[in-house]
């Protein structure tokens, strides 16, 4: 069997059809129509983060073979950047941290699923750039001029998606997703009031700058003004 029983075992915001298909699709943070898309796809969904939301599609891919193709289409998640994400991963996969290597977004981080299921899901589909399109009729013909390829040999796989919260492991800290949200978030604020003090600075100087050059212009204006009337 090229899929797990009770496919697919992670819940989200997707439509599934026939498992066999070779195709899964996700539409970011766009609404399209699952129930036109699913008659060409295995599954279809939603994906708005970089971090849980990717998870939750790589554990439903890894455990269906059949799934040959991933088909990413639809608005870019603004701030996330979920999209370039998972183009990022496919390309790059991750880091030691668990960072997906060059993806913009502000938490482009893998926290539930290790390393070599994430090159297992890398091995098994091809990325299909269809980002920001949100017109069906294109979507399904590129879907339809897609190679037939046969489901990959090794078994599918069950990636068990843990709890997101903080763990212990050889005496460092395993950061889950919400804290380091939490931290990039403190962080940008940090840099925004840093900013700020610097333009406050700046026009503070700036001020004091005009008001010295009124003054001093004022002095030599009166000065100039006396010396005319005593000669």
Excluded at 105 to 132: C, F, H, K, T
Aim: aromatic share 4%; net charge negative; hydrophobic share 45%.
């Amino acid at each position: 069997m090229t899929f797990l029983p009770d496919w697919p075992p992670v819940r989200g915001e997707y439509a599934t059809g026939d498992p066999n298909r070779q195709v899964a699709i996700i539409t970011l943070a766009s609404e399209l129509d699952k129930n036109r898309l699913i008659k060409k796809a295995a599954i279809v969904g939603t994906m708005k983060t970089e971090n849980i939301g990717i998870e939750k599609v790589v554990a439903n891919i890894i455990s269906n073979t059949s799934i040959r193709y991933l088909v990413v289409c639809g608005a870019e998640v603004h701030g996330h950047l979920s999209g370039d994400a998972m183009m990022a991963l496919s390309k790059n996969g991750i880091d030691k941290e668990g960072r997906i290597i060059g993806a913009k977004g502000a938490i482009p981080y893998i926290s539930n699923i290790p390393e070599d299921q994430i090159n297992i899901w890398r091995q098994q589909v091809e990325i299909i750039d269809l980002m920001n399109i949100e017109d069906i009729d294109r979507i399904e013909k590129t879907i339809d001029s897609l190679a037939v390829k046969e489901p990959c040999k090794w078994e599918p796989v069950l990636a068990t998606m843990g709890a997101a919260k903080e763990e212990k492991e050889e005496g460092e800290t395993a950061v889950s997703p919400e804290l380091v949200a939490i931290e990039a978030r403190v962080r940008s604020i940090e840099s925004e009031v840093k900013d700020l003090g610097k333009v406050q600075k700046v026009m503070a100087g700036m001020t004091s700058g005009l008001f010295q050059g009124f003054v001093v212009g004022f002095v030599i204006t009166i000065v100039i003004f006396a010396i005319k009337r005593s000669l």
